[in-house]
């Protein structure tokens, strides 16, 4: 296979299918990149569509990079195509899982602790916060019973 069978082919196909990506989910809208200057002067980079493009000619590249010598030239254009179409919606969506896998583990780690207010008996009032597993405060509740 040639060089632009290669890489060009992939990447040129990835990129038409951001292209369809902002087609198809976003409406046909497509935002050109600019920079934003917020109230302290700092610039901010927005890149618009070209980001899905950009996502898109990478996962058209990567998703046939390990097969790309042993299939035949029209898949490589079709699984760029496609992977270009849906490059940024699987990235969006991974990211999504992983969120949402490490806030329920952090939910469930917290979970397993509970807030015990406590004071000082005799002195001046004196509140201290401690946060100890929810076992050690259900033990003192029952023996301080």
Known sequence: MSLIELILL????????GLGH???????????????????????????????IIIGVLAGYLSVL???????VWYVIYISLLSGI???SVITRKIEQNLERTKSEY???????????TSSIGG?????NEVKPVGEVQEREENNS
């Open 10 to 17: 992939p990447m040129l196909m990835g990129g038409i299918g």
């Open 22 to 52: 902002i087609l198809v989910f976003k409406g046909g809208r497509f935002t050109f990149p600019r920079i934003l200057v917020d109230e302290d002067g700092e610039k901010h980079y927005v890149f618009g569509s070209s980001k899905d």
């Open 66 to 72: 390990p097969v790309v010598e042993t299939v035949p």
């Open 86 to 88: 849906g490059g940024s």
């Open 107 to 117: 939910i469930q780690e917290l979970s397993k602790y509970q807030l015990e207010t």
């Open 124 to 128: 001046p009032s004196k509140n201290n």
